[in-house]
């Protein structure tokens, strides 16, 4: 069951534009999918990137989805090798190509390194680069610089003491590394975001290890494109800090994360604005008995205006795990009382939270809630007049790989035909077990015996939709087997 809640302002319902572009959608298919990051193209279309275990039985492969300006599917691609492969990032120069940024372990060695792979405008793979340290790498973030650089930025494990270094790796735009950065600091010390800052220079925000409070302390650094530092602070009094996210905006950086206290080892919403000289501006952070993190922030509009993408658990929280809230604020501090929070029963991960052609925001991210439950993508867009998706019903469940990808036999198990309307053959390599049709709630809708290697199965009694087929055999194993379209 998805529960959603709204608090809007009164005076914004007054002010509803039909021709205003929301939707919430989920793109869900036969196994775990992650939604990481998005970007939108000059013609108001989509470019998401994640993860996905749907393009075959093995881990996982890096994905690059084009939506169109109302969020329907239009292609995916994959990439990677044999081993784990991530999306984090996506890019694109118009009439150039499109660049995926993560990390994969798909390598002789089997680590995990920085990841780049550059397409042409159909996601047609053109180029793909590996860049790491002899330990294990992970990639956080990235940006495209003024000059068509890319940096990707995250965490590294290659330490004398196991605990994490920053890690940075600049690409120029045919794949060239032109520059790695590793902090060599004691304790825990990780990038987790980037930031453009005009044409010469750009921000890293994350958390770092201080030896004199023993703690944690938030961490923002300016630099400029060869890697020469301008300065690098740290902020935060008591607990230990995260900047998870920054934005530039009127030569001030809007620095938002969370702090934890030892008194009750919760998150604690964490804000701070900074100016081009590194001094604070203004702090907050709010001691509550929720878990909350700030996670996203982004820009929109002409005037003094943010959205914060915000994870967390509490007593309004549904079912397990983190919830979501987008939220609407004003002079950085003050809530704008419009806002959505998508509830669902698992846990629920914001990916990238960004600015829309529109003057409104879009959302990607990862929820446990529809299909088979193991993880879909999720894909939220604010209208620009602060109005949300209608969500009255169940969110459109759409296909991550192509239909025709998924009616080819998967592992000695066929299904057809696909759409389908009264009947369905179902062909196993097994004459037992039990077969499930699970709606896109992850509700069982029939259960199916399995008596013989050809079933023919009436699925009239269904509704029209999106349904899964997952087989559960004597052995007690489970295996997703695919969708169908029920006309």
């Not at 042409?120 to 790498?137: A, M, S």
Request: glycine share 10%.
């Amino acid at each position: 069951m998805v529960k959603f809640f709204f608090i809007t302002d009164l005076l914004i319902l007054s002010f509803q534009v039909n021709a205003q572009i929301e939707f919430l959608k989920v793109y869900s298919d036969l196994g775990f999918e992650k939604g990481e990051g998005i970007t939108q193209l000059a013609d108001s279309s989509y470019l998401v990137t994640g993860s996905s275990t749907s393009f075959g039985q093995g881990p996982p492969q890096a994905f690059l989805m084009k939506l169109d300006s109302l969020g329907n599917h239009k292609w995916t691609k994959h990439y990677g090798g044999a081993e784990i492969n991530e999306g984090k990032r996506v890019f694109a120069i118009e009439n150039f190509g499109y660049y995926v940024g993560g990390n994969t372990n798909s390598n002789a060695l089997a680590d995990h390194n920085f990841y780049l792979v550059k397409t042409d405008e159909n996601g047609d793979p053109i180029f793909e680069k590996q860049v790491g340290t002899p330990g294990w790498d992970f990639v956080n973030d990235g940006i495209m610089l003024a000059d068509s650089s890319i940096i990707l930025t995250g965490e590294t494990y290659n330490t004398p003491d196991g605990m994490e270094d920053s890690y940075t790796v600049r690409f120029a735009k045919n794949g060239d590394t032109i520059w790695t950065s590793q902090s060599h600091k004691l304790g825990i010390d990780k990038i987790y975001a980037a930031e453009n800052v005009g044409d010469t220079a750009f921000a890293l925000a994350g958390t770092v290890w201080n030896a004199d409070s023993l703690s944690q302390k938030s961490f923002l650094g300016l630099y400029k494109y060869d890697n020469s530092v301008i300065w690098e602070k740290q902020y935060g009094i008591t607990g230990d800090f995260e900047i998870k996210d920054i934005e530039f905006w009127n030569d001030i950086f809007h620095c938002v994360g969370n702090r934890i206290l030892i008194v009750d080892s919760l998150k604690d919403e964490y804000v701070v604005r900074v100016n081009l000289f590194g001094d604070t501006l203004s702090g907050y952070s709010y001691i509550g008995s929720s878990d909350k993190s700030i996670n996203k922030i982004v820009k929109y509009g002409s005037s003094n205006k943010f959205y914060f993408g915000i994870s967390f658990i509490d007593q309004y929280s549904y079912g397990i795990g983190e919830d979501i809230f987008l939220a609407k604020y004003t002079n950085f501090f003050a809530y704008d009382y419009s806002g959505v929070q998508f509830k669902a029963g698992g846990q629920d991960d914001i990916g990238q939270l960004i600015k829309t052609n529109d003057g409104a925001a879009i959302m990607v991210g990862t929820n446990r809630s529809f299909g088979t439950q193991n993880a879909n993508v999720l894909v939220i867009k604010i209208g620009e007049n602060d109005t949300y998706p209608n969500t009255d019903t169940i969110p459109t469940i759409n296909s991550l790989v192509d239909i025709k990808s998924i009616q080819t036999p998967i592992n000695g198990f066929e299904f057809y035909p696909n759409p389908a309307n009264d009947l369905l053959n179902f062909k196993s390599e097994f004459n037992s077990g039990e077969l499930r049709i699970i709606d896109a709630m992850g509700q069982i809708c029939k259960t199916i015996s399995l008596h013989s290697k050809l079933e023919k199965i009436n699925i009239s009694n269904l509704n029209p939709g999106i349904y899964f087929l997952v087989l559960k055999t004597d052995n007690g194993e489970t295996l997703s087997l695919g969708r169908i379209s029920k006309h």
